[in-house]
């Protein structure tokens, strides 16, 4: 390692040092502007230094800057932007001290980056440990009830998946001798390779690895932890964490080649269909907003993994390109809930929602927006994402897999419609309706998020041409 | 451009009619209605422009305009108009005034709003028309949903919920079917040529496997017959139109339907005529069945609204049947009944509207004798009654007359079941204007009679439907030569539309 390597790492340098700055500056001095700020400011110049990485740069075998990284980290980094600016509003007044929430959340930044480049399983491990234990703390945050339960429940889950990938890691180190992705594929194919043994330890890290992205049948944990968590880390739980682990997991079966263990195929193939009809179905039965969301998540998830399993050039780009679309939809969806929710509990329940167009119009048709992206409706980022995904499929012949997702989009649109005409019908009584005006930091995210939202539904070219030429150099 | 215009004036006007209403009921009233007479004034003027009016020539496209938009994916925004879209596109600004209109006093509640789904959603049926681009084709496809869901969800009566809920995942799923098979149809193409693209030129004439076509022929069958509605597909159709507010029916019926047929005519047959010819005797016997079931089930009401709503069931019969029969007459008839049926339907749903408003009810049992009290409501009711029959002199009979000419010389035995419809249809028709209109006068109903705004609103479908009654052909060579294009598009392929079924046509006879 030189000190010419550490030039690609800038971007994650200095997230990591802008969390070392805030921590100290708190031992002096708590200001809640000086921290948010300084925050935004570190995610920023992180932001435009990606810019200044040329080129494929390995840094020792650790970690890879490619475009690839360099797209998901700047992906990761814009959704934080996001988390940030509208957690610094739902903050105050919940928590005395609110300073150690951004040091948390750059923390979690950090790791999912970290994920998003990584080609060992050291730094994935190392990534992975960064992001989940800063979320431990995340999500207990504003330490109501539900908070610290929710809390609990992720710390003791998480601990138990990656108890589950640690061994996976070690199994296939113990067999193919190397912790690298790329050389695993040729210590795979070599002479005297136990397979079960393999096929285990595969079995294991997808298990630790569907923790994470909370896919059936690892599922269980989600919605109690997205009803329980504050709605802005809700929003960054949703995203940003899932979001690298996905990263990881589409680089690290693409070098080992998944498609050469039909085995392996057939799970991912099971998780995709059962997180689709789990999370749609249970979502059908729920009657708080950040449950649906959390349920429908885990169908999108499903929805994501059949492109994840389609071969040939378009699976990166439908994996990226519904990734970018769940992202800003996500962010929307919760960022709708944050801006609504009083300070006694946040606005969760269906029936919060009740006439919302009448007292706010422009909230209802955002979040009417994001639901109509989430269900795959025209002129959203989330139809192209998903005709996107359904060519991807096609594609590589995987019908069976095209059908479940099609009757699943059907199921899922029903419960988004019924959230979306509360939002029209005749005003209920509700304490939330009553929140007398709105932030306008968090108006203005949520704005721009809805204009990127339909930009992207009408005008997806630019941005398929750049993940295009992302996947080209991958 | 002017293709692009025709869908950006609704989409436009929709969004001014939302902007200026606040405080405002009559602002968003009038900027739909100009926006659509402009909208409905260039699409005369693109008629009047053409000679194809006239027969002369037999060109297929009219304009056409292609521009890039997603060229990574082979996805172009290709617009382009043949008579028939012409037609269509003619209907869709006509009923689209008309439902303005018609729903002018009935809607009082979010105004704006309203007029800004009603221009969307016609906004997306005009996009359906005139998309060339099969990946565009679903983009509208789906977007018109939407503000129909919202249409029915929010201004519609009693069981609005259900029914919007019903209409949109009915559609929806049928939808996505059809996503799946424009994108096997897209890589077939490709495995094929080597090129991916979306655009209907160049995927006409694909070669496929036999399997192949059938099941992606199917796949678009479902979208469209969902739509039409054919039986078994039409559960949604009763509930949707019946709940729906007076302007959302007649859009339902009036245009939503003819999606469906447009989507046969141009999509699912062309692109796979092999599968098509397979399939034509179950489409035939489902037409038939259409008819039938659709007949009976609409004598069976009470309700005048949902009986309006079945009565499309079985006149939609008519159009499947005469799109699988697949020769010229047939094909003109169908297109013919597509016209008059989208006006018959709509006039009838803009009198049960105006019934509605005034007496506060649907139920036929409740009505009675409103002939006294409103005669000029009863004349136009019994009008377009006649006409829903198929009364020689109104157009629906020029329809339905060529469309069994057409299926005669395909099957015998379909047609003359199929005929029956018309008796089916005279029965229910009488009988509902008998129950309405005549019979025994209940003291309490005092209606007032249609007005000025009404009676002009019935004055120009009465033309229509008595125009193409009388003189069909300016419609009959307005599609001509669409409809040619679609039979070589088709049969270059197959002996498709020259089927010689085992049974006796008329060249037959006269040879023997």
């Not at chain 1, 946040?346 to 919302?356: I, K, N, R, W």
């Not at chain 2, 008629?47 to 304009?63: D, F, H, I, K």
């Not at chain 2, 199917?218 to 729906?244: M, N, R």
Request: net charge neutral; aromatic share 12%; with cysteine.
């Amino acid at each position: 390692m030189t000190l010419n390597d550490l030039a690609p790492l800038i971007p994650l340098m200095v997230i990591a040092v802008s969390s070392v700055i805030i921590m100290l500056g708190i031992a002096f001095y708590r200001s809640r502007a000086f921290s948010g700020l300084l925050t935004l400011a570190g995610i920023a110049v992180a932001f435009i230094t990606l810019f200044g990485v040329q080129g494929t740069r390995q840094v020792t075998s650790l970690l890879i800057l490619d475009d690839y990284a360099l797209f998901y980290i700047g992906l990761i980094l814009a959704a934080s932007f996001v988390v940030a600016l509208l957690s610094s509003d739902y903050l105050e007044g919940r928590r005395e001290n609110i300073e150690e929430f951004y040091i948390l959340l750059l923390l979690s930044t950090l790791g999912s980056s970290v994920l998003a480049a990584s080609t060992h399983f050291v730094s994935f491990f190392i990534g992975l440990e960064i992001l989940s234990v800063s979320l431990y703390a995340l999500i207990a945050y504003t330490r109501n009830e539900l908070n610290i339960e929710a809390g609990v429940k992720y710390l003791v889950l998480a601990a138990a998946s990656s108890a589950f990938l640690l061994f996976g890691i070690a199994l296939l180190y113990g067999e193919t001798g190397t912790m690298e992705f790329s050389r695993m594929s040729s210590g795979i194919s070599a002479q005297g390779i136990n397979k079960g043994m393999l096929l285990t330890g595969f079995a294991l890290v997808l298990t630790g690895v569907g923790f994470k992205l909370a896919v059936a049948p690892f599922h269980m944990w989600t919605p109690d932890v997205y009803e329980g968590a504050p709605a802005p880390v809700t929003a960054f739980v949703a995203t940003v964490s899932k979001g690298g682990v996905f990263a990881l997991l589409l680089r690290y079966f693409i070098q080992v080649d998944m498609h050469a263990y039909p085995s392996l195929f057939g799970a991912v193939a099971f998780i995709a269909v059962a997180s689709m009809f789990a999370g749609n179905l249970l979502a059908l039965l729920q009657k708080n907003i950040k449950r649906i969301l959390a349920y429908s998540s885990i169908a999108h998830l499903g929805y994501l993994l059949v492109a994840f399993l389609a071969g040939g050039v378009m699976r990166v780009t439908a994996v990226t390109f519904y990734l970018v679309a769940y992202f800003i939809t996500t962010l929307g969806a919760f960022g709708v809930v944050t801006m609504l929710s009083g300070k006694e509990r946040d606005a969760d329940a269906v029936e919060d929602y009740q006439g919302l167009f009448r007292h706010r119009p422009w909230l209802a048709l955002i979040f009417s927006a994001m639901l109509f992206s989430l269900a795959g409706i025209p002129l959203t980022a989330g139809f192209i994402g998903k005709f996107y995904i359904v060519a991807a499929g096609a594609g590589s012949a995987l019908w069976l897999l095209v059908i479940m997702l099609v009757i699943n989009s059907a199921i899922g649109l029903y419960y988004y419609l019924r959230i979306i005409v509360v939002l029209y019908a005749q005003p209920g009584h509700s304490e939330v309706s009553a929140v007398s005006s709105l932030p306008l930091t968090g108006s203005l995210v949520l704005v721009l998020l809805t204009v990127l939202l339909l930009w992207l539904g009408v005008y997806p070219e630019p941005l398929i041409e750049m993940i295009h030429r992302m996947t080209m150099r991958f | 451009m002017i293709l692009i215009w025709l869908i950006l004036i609704p989409l436009m006007g929709g969004l001014l009619a939302w902007l200026f209403s606040r405080g405002n009921d009559r602002l968003p009233r009038w900027i739909s209605l100009i926006a659509l007479i402009i909208d409905f004034i260039l699409v005369l003027l693109l008629w009047m422009q053409y000679p194809e009016r006239a027969g002369l020539t037999n060109r297929s496209w009219l304009v056409d305009i292609n521009l890039e938009w997603i060229p990574r994916l082979g996805i172009s925004f290709h617009l382009a108009l043949d008579g028939l879209s012409l037609l269509l596109v003619m209907l869709t600004s006509f009923l689209g005034i008309m439902s303005v209109a018609a729903s002018w006093t009935e809607i009082k509640e979010r105004v704006g709003f309203f007029h800004f789904n009603l221009m969307w959603s016609l906004a997306g049926i005009t996009g359906v028309f005139l998309s060339l681009d099969l990946f565009l084709f679903y983009f509208f496809w789906e977007l018109m949903l939407v503000p129909m869901y919202f249409l029915i969800a929010l201004w519609g009566h009693e069981n609005r919920i259900s029914a919007a809920v019903k209409f949109f995942l009915f559609t929806q799923l049928s939808g996505l079917l059809m996503l799946a098979a424009i994108l096997g149809l897209y890589f077939v193409h490709a495995r094929g040529t080597g090129i991916y693209t979306f655009d209907y030129t160049q995927l006409l004439g694909t070669t496929m496997g036999s399997t192949e076509g059938m099941l992606l022929m199917l796949g678009f069958l479902i979208a469209f017959v969902v739509k039409l509605p054919a039986v078994p597909f039409h559960t949604w159709l009763p509930d949707a139109h019946t709940e729906a507010p007076t302007a959302g029916s007649i859009i339902l019926a009036g245009l939503l339907l003819k999606t469906g047929a447009y989507g046969l005519l141009r999509f699912a047959v062309p692109l796979f005529p092999h599968a098509a010819l397979d399939f034509t005797p179950v489409a035939m016997a489902l037409a038939v069945i259409g008819i039938l079931y659709g007949a009976v089930l609409a004598f069976g009401q009470t309700d005048l609204k949902r009986l309006v709503a079945y009565t499309s069931v079985s006149h939609m019969g008519f159009v499947l049947l005469g799109i699988f029969a697949w020769n010229e007459l047939a094909l003109q008839g169908a297109v013919i009944q597509i016209i008059c049926h989208g006006i018959s339907t709509g006039a009838l749903f803009i009198i049960v509207g105006a019934l509605q408003e005034r007496i506060h009810t649907r139920d036929m049992e409740r009505m009675g004798g409103l002939w006294t009290s409103a005669p000029r409501m009863g004349g136009v009711g019994l009008l377009f009654g006649l006409a829903s029959l198929g009364l020689p002199g109104l157009g629906n009979f020029v329809g339905e007359f060529l469309v069994l000419i057409g299926a005669y010389t395909v099957s015998i035995p379909m047609t003359a079941i199929a005929a029956t419809g018309l008796v089916f249809a005279t029965v229910y028709s009488l009988w509902m204007i008998q129950r309405t209109f005549f019979g025994p006068r209940e003291v309490y109903l005092k209606v007032p009679d249609l007005n000025m705004r009404e009676m002009t609103v019935m004055a120009f479908m009465v033309a229509v439907i008595v125009w193409i009654g009388l003189y069909p052909q300016p419609v009959i060579n307005t599609a001509k030569g669409a409809l040619n294009a679609l039979q070589k598009n088709a049969g270059a392929m197959t002996s498709f539309g020259k089927i010689s079924y085992p049974v006796s046509t008329g060249a037959d006879r006269d040879t023997k």
